[in-house]
């Protein structure tokens, strides 16, 4: 059991016919967790965890904690992560929280990370 933090890119779902004929859907989560190398991961979930992810804005921040799960396949191995619990911090998403924060007196850089308050000159007014 293991957890990744990060932003919520996207959530796609695919109706499908398992070989012995029975439907069943395949889920792909994709979350984008700002790290330097591969920074996007792709996580298959359950249905609880579909019903919530539908209800979220693309973008929203979070943790997901998931299960690594490893399938053999006429002789080769597959490994894939499996989301069994999602906790959005925010329904807000990261653009509006920088902008939120830009109206407050800070700036994001051209990665749209934020920085330090602007500051003022002694010779201009402030703006409150």
Do not use: H
């Not at 979220?56 to 191995?77: A, C, D, H």
């Not at 109206?103 to 308050?117: V, Y």
Request: hydrophobic share 30%.
């Amino acid at each position: 059991m293991s957890e990744l933090k990060g932003k919520f890119i996207k959530f796609e779902e695919i109706d499908k016919t398992s070989k012995a004929g029975k439907a069943y859907k395949d889920r792909t989560v994709l979350i984008d967790t700002d790290d330097q190398y591969n920074p996007i991961v792709a996580c298959s979930c359950n249905d609880k965890v579909a019903e919530y992810l539908k209800a979220q804005p693309y973008g929203s921040v979070g943790t997901f904690q998931y299960n690594i799960r490893s399938n053999e396949v006429n002789g080769k191995w597959y490994t894939s992560l499996s989301i069994y619990r999602v906790d959005i911090s925010a329904t807000a998403t990261m653009e509006q929280s920088n902008e939120q924060a830009s109206q407050n007196g800070f700036g994001t850089n051209e990665k749209g990370d934020l920085q330090e308050p602007m500051s003022y000159k002694d010779d201009e007014s402030l703006p409150f």
